[in-house]
């Protein structure tokens, strides 16, 4: 078994820190990523990687799972950069798991992180979002009476103000009413 090896499989970052929060392994992606050699990981901790009060966060989070082994599982959150001069650098969604590494005793002797980057599935969120709110705005406000049924064409699943107003029912009543 090659750890070094199966830790540089994929797109994913993968690190490795002991109990006092010093990392120990960290693959080629994750390193790229933060400007650091292969040799100059070790020792290192969260605040030499990231802004103080995320670095306080994580290592709240690793603090947690080393007590109590209960692993974080895909949380997602924003994470920033420090650039190589120490100042706020770039910053990305990622979706973070972290388990407790154990000896063979089953000792928890430090944590496993498997992180992803997921901005731009969240970007695509936010532009979801913003075109529902201006297709929500479109169909509330438009003078003319829109309804949105079922795909059976059953029953009435949206109806809008102007409709409301032409049939003389609420919003309320028409919804779900047959067609």
């Keep these: 078994f090659d750890s070094q090896t199966s830790v540089e499989s994929g797109y994913d970052y993968i690190y490795v820190k002991d109990a006092e929060g010093q990392f120990r ?27 103080r009060e995320l670095a306080e966060k994580m290592v709240a989070q690793d603090a947690a799972i080393i007590k ?44 496993v992180g498997i992180s992803r980057d997921v901005s731009e599935r969240k970007q695509a969120e936010a532009v979801l979002r913003e075109s529902e709110g201006r297709f929500r705005a479109t169909f509330d406000s438009a003078p003319v009476g829109i309804m949105h049924t079922s795909i059976e064409g059953d029953r009435i699943l949206h109806a809008n103000p102007k409709l409301s107003e032409m049939l003389g029912y609420t919003r309320d009543e028409l919804l779900n009413m047959s067609t």
């Design 68 to 111: 109590t082994g209960v692993p974080m599982l895909d949380r997602e959150q924003m994470v920033i950069l420090k650039t190589t001069d120490g100042k706020q650098g770039r910053t990305q969604w990622a979706s973070i798991t972290k388990v407790p590494m154990r000896d063979s005793s089953g000792n928890i002797i430090g944590t």
């Design 25 to 51: 392994l960290a693959n080629k992606a994750w390193l790229k990523d933060r400007g650091i050699g292969d040799a100059d990981i070790a020792g290192k901790t969260v605040f030499d990687v990231f802004p």
